[in-house]
């Protein structure tokens, strides 16, 4: 079963324009984890946050996580066309569970 | 280079066929995975291995069957007991459980 969920399913914007993700979940957490996957690819790791982190940069990523919402919420700033591709989020409970993934299309 | 790799990239079985997956992976890690991803879905764990000789079922477990003899690889068969193999196949490793996954380019699944 899904530990996580993102929110929106699909998200289209222009290019330059920033994205935000959000993931919901379930139950207490470890720690969670953003993952992106171009199309018919391997996911690859974007960033992983504690439980004991409320927010996270890595370049033109930011990642909060607020525990008492289970909630986190992943932005991409100042897109680009080579963002696009699907954004998971993945929580560690008795073993790793990935969302159904956010759809993100950037146009040039 | 350090890495995960999957093979075939492509495969096709024919119903009531046995499929092996390939999945090596030369990172030095203990844990290694099996997921499933349908079109447009999430990824469903199939089995998970913390160490040789040892794996536990994920939440689809049936119809397929995983060795771990050695730390570097993880087969999983796909065997005629699943109804509906048809899908995209990911295999992952990590250092340990909650640790991040490594994952491998993907092998596709298609029963002809």
């Known amino acids: 079963s899904q530990q996580g969920e993102e929110d929106p399913q699909a998200l289209s914007i222009q290019e330059g324009e920033n994205a935000t993700m959000n993931c919901s979940y379930k139950?207490?957490?470890?720690?969670l984890q953003w993952y992106r996957q171009n199309s018919g690819r391997g996911l690859v790791h974007l960033i992983l946050?504690?439980?004991?982190?409320r927010e996270k940069h890595s370049g033109r990523l930011r990642v909060t996580l607020d525990t008492s919402k289970k909630s986190s919420s992943l932005l991409i700033t100042a897109s680009r066309a080579a963002d696009t591709a699907s954004y998971f989020c993945?929580?560690?409970?008795?073993?790793?569970?990935f969302g159904a993934g956010t759809r993100l299309t950037v146009k040039p | 280079d350090g890495g995960i790799t999957q093979s075939p990239k492509y495969l096709f079985r024919k119903e009531g066929q046995n499929v092996t997956l390939s999945c090596e992976q030369n990172?030095?890690?203990?844990?290694m995975y099996w997921y499933r991803q349908d079109p447009g879905q999430g990824l469903r764990l199939i089995y998970y291995?913390?160490?040789?000789?040892?794996?536990q079922k994920g939440d689809i477990a049936e119809g397929y069957s995983v060795s771990r003899e050695k730390k570097e690889s993880f087969p999983l068969t796909v065997t005629s007991a699943q109804k509906n193999p048809t899908a995209f196949y990911l295999c992952?490793?990590?250092?340990?459980?909650?640790?991040?996954?490594?994952f491998g380019p993907g092998t596709r699944l298609t029963v002809l």
């Open positions: 946050i504690r439980s004991n982190e």
């Open positions: 990172l030095n890690h203990d844990a």
């Open positions: 291995s913390q160490i040789v000789n040892d794996f």
């Open positions: 139950t207490s957490i470890n720690n």
């Open positions: 993945a929580t560690y409970v008795n073993d790793m569970r």
């Open positions: 992952a490793s990590s250092t340990g459980t909650v640790s991040t996954q490594y």
